[in-house]
């Protein structure tokens, strides 16, 4: 009575590439900028701009300076607008896919925007909106650091914290098309309040805003004490200078206050990456956003978690890197978005 | 130049049931028990039958049983022993799927057995292998709880706990086979030691062992304070006879000790499905395993968590039920593994 009974497998691809031949115009709206460029099917960026954005806009406003910005980059390559087959957008919050509604976006404070028909409406254009991290990290698993890796985990850590993933070689967005915000996990059950409504959120802990806070309050301190240091005369004593990436070049330069945020920073984003790996053991965790230009300093102290808090298989096959697109990853993925198939 | 951007879609539907016709057995292994039975293509379990299984056993020992198990559900359904198709295993940790390896169960102390080719040799049947939990989800998602549903993170919590997900509609193992974890995340940072190597797991919190700890403390101090109730009465004074079972019964019966130590435990249960609802989105969580039997004094607790940090949308559609399908839920995923296509 010997039968064959079937043996489950689960092997994937990465994602394919987009087709040869169109062009997309892709939009990253992020918490403090935008911007916009020409996207091919290679993943190459033409005519790329940026804008900064005042939180506190109103969406309508952002839009027009969204098209106004569209405008320009076409205005450049004039020659290529015929091949353009429409607008891919990047929002920073949580977007009702199938419809191009933002539902909400913490950071920006707003609520339930017909985004991708109002700039449909400014521009003439075709356009499609998702979740501006999940683009990112569609584009680091197009062209970036997750090239051809069927299983992704990406983190976006910039004003805010978002995610993407990809599963058995496809995006995956969930039913309510908010998978993936990891930025929301609960690390520190009393923490800091968050914008979503929570507390402790890793957002709270490992976002830019938190790590330029580390920041003002360690350079009150080498203040106070009088004691000099990298921190203090990048920012010469200016508190309203104290960034996030500030922070990162004054740890850079051996600023031991500031290497001592990034590590805690790393530590927090270690155990959710850790939870992540149990939970949907990934292949590669692709970090990016511009909190992730810290490099090893916040990935290092990040893989020691992971290591200690993932179980065995799941720890042994994931690697942690940082993104290779830098800041243009969500206008490529905003444009891979129109040209493929995702 | 109006061109349509397709937008993207996610519908899926849940899992396709198993053509009719054909019989598996399904055995499940757990942390203190083993049972099998033979399943048919609608999830009904025939000759359903239980063993004790001593942790400290050999896992040779432990195949040995399980085979002499198998042949006793057979022996009892003679005619139907030629439809039997191959016999499907539950194993309750991380099993590499293809070849139906156990790597690692942190409940069992098993580590790399080649746990389907073992059986398969002693019962001259075709044996396939997955993770305990997993299947129970399965169970769930085919002919329980969840059925229909094409979003699911299935919780199950017994001696460990153990997950299991389906996502667009397919079951998903990710590329170690090892998706589901979620009785490994980290909550409580400096928590009590796990099994599997960290510390303030989930299942450190929330398993019966943790919930059976709790309640022999809490029978300690009303012994101590002299103060009568139902656990002391349930339980004889005997710290022996303090089960996670017991607990439950107690707290059903008003012992308020008992409904503290519950709640305390579907806070944690909240807090990590919270963390897992922003991850992957799902559209219902089935919490399964003995311990789920305390109901609502779990589950209330955890939705609550769940509404605080969990974002709108997937907080506005996620349910967290029980599931349907009690102690028979892995041996029914487990035969439902070898009659379908997961």
Known sequence: MRAS????????????????????????????????????ASGRVHGWR????????????????????LDEVLAAHPEQASQVVGVGMGLPGMVEVTGGRLVFAPNLRWT??????????????????????RLATLAEALFGAAR???????????????????LDGR??????????EIGHLTLDLDGPACRCGNRGCLETLVAGPAIAA??????????????????????EDDPAAVTAAAVSAAAAAGDQ?????????????GIALAGCCNLI?????????????AGELLLGPARCEIARRTMSVPRAMVDVVTGELGAMAGVIGAGALVLGDY
Chains 1, 2 share one sequence.
Do not use: K
Not at 148 to 163: E, M, N, P, R
Not at 217 to 231: H, I, K, N, T
Not at 281 to 293: Q, S
């Open 5 to 40: 009974a079937r043996r489950p497998t689960a092997n994937a691809a990465g994602l394919r590439p987009p087709a040869a031949g169109r062009l997309a115009l892709g939009l990253d709206i992020g918490g403090s900028h935008m911007a916009a460029g020409l996207v091919d």
């Open 50 to 69: 940026r804008r900064a954005l005042d939180a506190a806009c109103h969406p309508d406003r952002a839009m027009e300076t969204a098209a106004a910005l």
């Open 112 to 133: 339930d925007y017909p985004a991708a028909d109002r700039l449909a409406g400014l521009t003439g254009l075709a356009v499609v909106a998702d979740n501006d991290a």
């Open 148 to 166: 051809g890796c069927s299983d992704v985990l990406g983190v976006i850590i910039g004003t805010g914290i978002g995610g993407g993933i990809i």
């Open 171 to 180: 995006l995956f967005r969930g039913p309510g098309g908010t998978a993936g």
């Open 214 to 235: 580390a920041g003002r309050a360690a350079l009150a301190r080498a203040v106070q004490e009088d004691r000099p240091g990298p921190l203090r005369s990048l920012c």
């Open 257 to 269: 206050a500031a290497r001592e945020i990034l590590a805690r920073a790393g530590t927090w984003l």
């Open 281 to 293: 053991n990934p292949r590669l965790v692709v970090v990016g956003g511009g909190v992730a230009e």
